[in-house]
Structures are given as structure tokens and as C-alpha cells.
């Protein structure tokens, strides 16, 4: 069984530019989600979703945009990079059981820096 | 909103227990997790409790869970330096969503 991938590991952009980001969920796995987490910091939740539909979203502005595929991967779209933008972008997928979310797995992270 | 505390830093001696401590605010949380974070990697998923239990024990790892003053903790029976790492709590709202805390950073000393 294949864990939470992301591609790339590292990006470096500049100030206004554009990212995607992408997210290979877990096998069986339906949901994922994206936090933000800054240095030193714990990961803050950018949005989630749940068979192709945004499920929730996060305090980030809409510069930060999503997509989920029918094969459940995922990608994080960031527009006009800030350099607070630099951070690590983690994925997290998870089953839907019952009805109800379980729990979330998270993949190794990609690591933007804005300069 | 939600928000959830931890200390920012504890140290042991190998052999020793280590115990990480967590507080949150929202009271409609419906599960705990604890997860760990080694240098440039990802969260590791460690264990985690349904906000109506108290306690829950997987190997090392203890949980307890006090749902009246919202405190969480995490106990690592005979602390490893393989333990060293940053330890994050997180709650789920009803909402499905994690809102995690600041981490813990353990160091474990030979």
C-alpha cells in the first residue's frame, strides 16, 4: 500500500509569481486536505476536499485554490507569491467511513521558498 | 476561534518518561491526536483518542484525556533519542477539521 506522495520536495519562486502543488492520496483514501506550516510553527488547514468539492476551507485568502481528480489526487494552486508564502505545504488524505472522516495521513511535505 | 497550547520544549534522559502536555478550547472537539515531526519530514500520525474516553495506551505511547479542563497529554514510557523529534497535539471539530498546536520539541540526552 502506497502512503501520501507530494511533488515536488523543494520549489524555489519569486515574489508574483505562480505554484501548483500536487498530492497522491493514499490508496482507498477519498479526502485531502492542505495545511501551511511556517517555521517553527504547527501546520495551519488551507482547505479540504471530498470527492472533487471543496469540504472546508481555512483563514487563506483566495490566491490559494485547489483541485481534486477523480482518482482522488489533488493539487494546491498558490497565485501573486508573498514572501510569507514561504512555508512547508503538507497534503493529508483520509477515508470517509461510516459517514465520517477518519483519520488523516499525512505525506513528506513540499518545502516553497519565495524569494 | 479553536485554539490549542502546548510548551515549547522538553528534555530527557534516556530511560526516563517523558509526558508532553496540550490544552484546547473547543469544547465540540470529537477526537485527540498526537503526531511527530522529524527535521524536514512530514508528520507521522502516533496515536489518538475519542474525545469521550480518558485514557489509551499503545505500547509506549500513553494518552490521557481530562475533557473538563480540556488538557491533553502524551506519556513516551523509556524515552529513546530516536524520540527526539517535535511532537504536535491536534483536535478535529465537528467539522473534520485538525487544528494543531505550536509542538513540542524533545531532545533526549544520552
Known amino acids: 500500500e502506497t502512503g501520501v506522495t507530494q511533488s515536488p520536495t523543494h520549489l524555489i519562486k519569486t515574489r508574483g509569481q505562480q505554484v501548483t502543488l500536487r498530492c497522491s492520496s493514499q490508496?482507498?483514501?477519498?479526502?485531502v486536505s492542505w495545511y501551511q506550516q511556517a517555521l517553527g510553527q504547527g501546520p495551519q488547514f488551507i482547505f479540504q476536499?471530498?470527492?472533487?468539492?471543496?469540504?472546508g476551507r481555512g483563514n487563506f485568502p483566495p490566491r490559494f485554490s485547489g483541485l481534486q481528480f477523480p482518482n482522488y489526487s489533488s493539487e494546491l494552486n498558490v497565485n501573486a507569491l508573498e514572501l510569507d508564502d514561504s512555508a512547508l505545504y503538507l497534503c493529508?488524505?483520509?477515508?470517509?467511513?461510516?459517514?465520517?472522516?477518519?483519520?488523516?495521513?499525512f505525506g513528506p511535505g513540499t518545502r516553497l521558498t519565495v524569494l | 476561534g479553536e485554539d490549542v497550547e502546548q510548551s515549547l520544549f522538553l528534555s530527557v534522559r534516556e530511560g526516563d518518561s517523558s509526558v508532553i502536555n496540550c490544552t484546547y478550547t473547543?469544547?465540540?472537539?470529537?477526537?485527540l491526536y498526537w503526531y511527530k515531526q522529524e527535521p524536514g519530514a512530514g508528520l507521522q500520525l502516533l496515536t489518538y483518542?475519542?474525545?469521550?474516553?480518558d485514557m489509551k495506551q499503545d505500547q509506549r505511547l500513553t494518552v490521557l484525556l481530562n475533557k473538563k479542563d480540556k488538557h491533553l497529554s502524551l506519556r513516551i514510557a523509556d524515552t529513546q533519542t530516536g524520540d527526539s523529534a517535535i511532537y504536535f497535539c491536534?483536535?478535529?471539530?465537528?467539522?473534520?477539521?485538525?487544528?494543531f498546536g505550536g509542538g513540542t520539541r524533545l531532545m533526549v540526552k544520552p
Open positions: 493529508a488524505s483520509s477515508p470517509w467511513t461510516s459517514g465520517v472522516q477518519d483519520t488523516q495521513y
Open positions: 490508496s482507498g483514501h477519498n479526502t
Open positions: 491536534a483536535e478535529r471539530d465537528a467539522g473534520n477539521m485538525l487544528t
Open positions: 473547543d469544547s465540540s472537539s470529537t477526537y
Open positions: 483518542i475519542f474525545s469521550n474516553m
Open positions: 476536499y471530498y470527492r472533487e468539492e471543496e469540504n
